[in-house]
């Protein structure tokens, strides 16, 4: 099983920001595409962001467009997830899961992930 480390969560205020940070195992990083999924309250588990082993394709859901931002630091085997003009209905765990590259960008078909990390959008 891959281990990944999801951290960076916390309470923010609507239109706060917020960054999140994947670390993974040195032995996936150049194999397997990594995906941002959330699970809010009462809400199903939905995929919003991923990111190509290269780090030169990304994906993002509608509802986050042009407020998420995914990246990877190489030299530290690390995803971020940068989110701003967060909303109330951002609120879930934040977790990233590795996706096989046949499987595309818009999987939602994860075969490892990390304990997630909180994030709470509030007033």
């Known amino acids: 099983q891959v281990q990944l480390v999801e951290s960076g969560g916390g309470s923010v205020q609507p239109g706060g920001s917020l960054r999140l940070s994947c670390t993974t195992p040195?032995?996936?990083?150049?194999?397997?595409?990594i995906g941002w999924f959330r699970q809010g309250p009462g809400k199903a588990r939905e995929g919003v962001a991923a990111?190509?082993?290269?780090?030169?394709?990304?994906f993002y859901i509608d509802a986050v467009k042009g407020r998420f931002f995914i990246s990877k630091d190489h030299a530290k085997n690390t995803v971020y997830l940068d989110m701003i003009n967060l909303t109330p209905d951002d609120t879930a765990r934040y977790y990233c899961?590795?996706?096989?590259?046949?499987?595309?960008?818009?999987?939602?078909?994860?075969?490892?992930w990390g304990q997630g990390t909180l994030v709470t959008v509030s007033s």
């Open positions: 040195a032995f996936i990083w150049g194999n397997l595409n």
């Open positions: 899961g590795t996706i096989r590259p046949t499987y595309g960008l818009a999987s939602e078909n994860y075969d490892d």
């Open positions: 990111i190509t082993t290269s780090g030169y394709s990304t």
